[in-house]
């Protein structure tokens, strides 16, 4: 019957992509039109491709879709034969071979360790070291290496998550805090496996981590452990976590030790992959001089399948097709349009475009981090990249949000100056890190443009459908974003690029374990069913995410907020790095604001 299925499905899959194949897709108006806007979100947000999801057939079909299209405008397929793939982790669950023991210590699952879901599978019987915060750093204003004089090889090693200035916005420290970096940087070292523990100011509740995080194996044994466990392992020191903590913190230098304690673990996580892909191809200019500079457009056309628990839908308990109408199929539907335009005036372009439609998006950007990391042209020759997600809900207001004005000494100049005469207004943002695929370009100091219309309530929902699309107002988006790709495509100077904001998503951020909007809230409860914030901290996520001084917070990712109580809980349930949907009700309005952590 499994196999009977799979056929069907196959035959299934098969038939859409023949049926898009015969038929002609050429360039026949080049315009760009609602009519054809509405087609194309018509097909890529329909029931028959199930919510797109990474790995699917349908996923596969919705790529196929938008690489006959690219072919047939005549753009060159870049990859394998216009498609790049790469492998995602859809889920990731402990064995039941997991077990730590020393001494007369016979470990608890769960209880007194678990395995982080980047783990390998292996069984290490060795000696312990403590190695602090697992640092190696040497820059003018920081040396600190906890490595230094040790010897380490194939032995378990004991390191500190976090880093001394937890609560800094503006950490030196930020970029080496990363749990999975330091086991890199352990493996680097030649150690056998490594435990990880959380101190008192990074997470006084002590929670061990879960498997919700989907990453890769790092090929040797990885244990998060209670402070608790991890004090009986260094309990011959006469030294404690918390002590250590305290020392390192204070002190900011090494505080390594070796013990002469032998222990063993094993390590078993399953992780299912799954094979899934970006669509990629070039529009080579006329110009022979300037014809090897490129424009990247793109934007993502995965989306969350049939929902549920760990999809980051904001309905988790209902399972149905999350059609992505907005979310991304109106700015694949720009995508397709701008390349059709765009390829019927070649011989007017003076660098060639890049159009892309990124894979795993919403699984955290892999999709366009593995392009950046797996280039199909070097990565210095891509001078803009515009990533288009979310551009069919043009509101009341008339907004368009553009993200990443500051990393270019040009943007904003251009931006005006092709905003007069419009039906919506333009609201600018500098930074160029942010919750969508543009980000892993301006961490290779590439400048970027970030079109959006916002999230609204039906953000990864089920009623984010093509019904609600306003295609009026994708359509003006969409002629508004040519006129500014054209005037850079076309300009005589390159853009010059600047720094606007972190590249990572810590350095802004506190990163002790938990998370806050960077709000004060309403603590007397002065409004019923709601929490309200009267007052908002310039910088932080809940400014940055549009968030002003009077708004109620009546939900958090779609789970209801009614008082004080019910905030605090919701925020333990969040990460640091996280974008989330937060509700809110300003004035006689409901509003949805994404929010990133």
């Given amino acids: 019957m499994k196999l009977f299925n799979r056929l069907i499905t196959f035959s299934i899959t098969f038939g859409f992509i023949l049926l898009n194949n015969c038929q002609s897709i050429k360039i026949d108006n080049p315009e760009i039109t609602t ?17 797109r999801y990474p790995g699917t057939p349908e996923g596969k079909v919705a790529a196929q879709y938008i690489l006959d299209h690219f072919k047939g405008f005549g753009l060159e397929p870049l990859g394998e034969d216009g498609l790049q793939y790469f492998d995602v982790v859809t889920s990731i669950k402990p064995g039941e071979n997991n077990s730590l023991q ?14 982080f879901p980047f783990s390998g599978n292996t069984t290490l019987t060795s000696i312990l070291a403590f190695i602090g915060y697992g640092f190696e750093i040497n820059q003018n204003d920081l040396i600190w290496n906890d490595y230094e004089n040790q010897n380490l090889q194939n032995k378990w090693v004991l390191i500190l998550r976090g880093d001394p200035e937890l609560d800094s916005l503006n950490s030196i420290f930020a970029e080496y805090t990363s749990d999975r970096d330091k086991v890199m940087l352990a493996r680097d070292k030649g150690v056998g496996g490594v435990f990880m523990v959380s101190g008192v100011e990074y997470d006084s509740q002590d929670e061990l981590v879960s498997m919700d995080s989907k990453q890769s194996s790092v090929g040797l044994p990885v244990i998060h452990i209670t402070r608790e466990t991890a004090n009986q392992m260094i309990k011959r020191s006469g030294k404690t976590i918390e002590e250590l903590e305290e020392k390192l913190n204070s002190t900011r230098s090494p505080s390594s030790f070796e013990t002469d304690l032998e222990i063993a673990a094993t390590t078993e996580v399953f992780h299912e992959e799954v094979q899934t892909q970006n669509v990629v191809a070039i529009l080579v200019s006329s110009d022979p001089v300037l014809q090897k500079e490129y424009i990247l457009i793109g934007g993502h056309y995965d989306h969350l399948g049939f929902g549920g628990i760990g999809s980051s839908s904001r309905a988790p308990d209902t399972i149905a097709i999350h059609k992505g109408a907005d979310d991304n199929a109106s700015g694949v539907s720009a995508i397709i349009e701008l390349a059709e335009r765009f390829a019927s005036e070649r011989k007017n372009l003076k660098r060639s475009i890049i159009f ?13 981090k593995y392009f950046v990391n797996n280039p199909l042209i070097e990565p210095d020759q891509i001078k803009a990249m515009f990533n288009i997600d979310m551009v069919g809900r043009l509101n009341e207001e008339q907004s368009l949000q553009i993200g990443g004005a500051g990393t270019s000494a040009e943007a904003k100049e251009i931006l005006n100056s092709f905003s007069y005469g419009r039906d919506f207004n333009v609201a600018l943002s500098d930074e160029g890190y942010g919750p969508s695929d543009h980000a892993a370009f301006y961490g290779k100091d590439i400048p970027v443009f970030f079109f959006s219309t916002g999230a609204h309530l039906d953000y990864h929902t089920t009623d984010d459908v093509v019904d609600k699309i306003n295609f009026e107002g994708l359509k003006s988006v969409t002629d508004y974003i040519y006129d500014v790709v054209t005037e850079v495509t076309n300009r005589d100077a390159l853009l010059t690029f ?10 802004k951020r506190g990163r002790r374990k938990g998370v806050t909007l960077g709000i004060m809230p309403d603590f007397a409860g002065n409004v019923d069913n709601g929490l309200r914030a ?9 400014d940055k995410g549009g968030m002003k001084k009077g708004d109620i917070i009546t939900a958090i990712n779609g789970m209801t907020v009614t008082n004080i ?11 640091a790095g996280q974008t989330i949907t937060v509700e809110v009700k300003r004035g006689d309005k409901n509003e949805v604001l994404l929010i990133q952590l």
Avoid: C, W
């Fill in 565 to 575: 109580h019910d905030y605090m809980y919701r925020l333990t349930r969040l990460k």
């Fill in 102 to 115: 020393f001494e007369n210590f016979n470990g608890v699952l769960s209880k007194d360790f678990f395995p």
């Fill in 498 to 507: 600047q720094e606007a904001g972190p590249k990572t998503g810590s350095s």
């Fill in 356 to 368: 892309m439609a990124f894979g795993a998006e919403e699984m955290g950007l892999l999709g366009s």
């Fill in 534 to 542: 009267d007052f908002i901290v310039p910088g932080r996520p809940a």
């Fill in 35 to 51: 009519e054809e806007l509405s087609d194309h979100i018509g097909f890529l947000a329909s029931d028959s491709l199930k919510g």
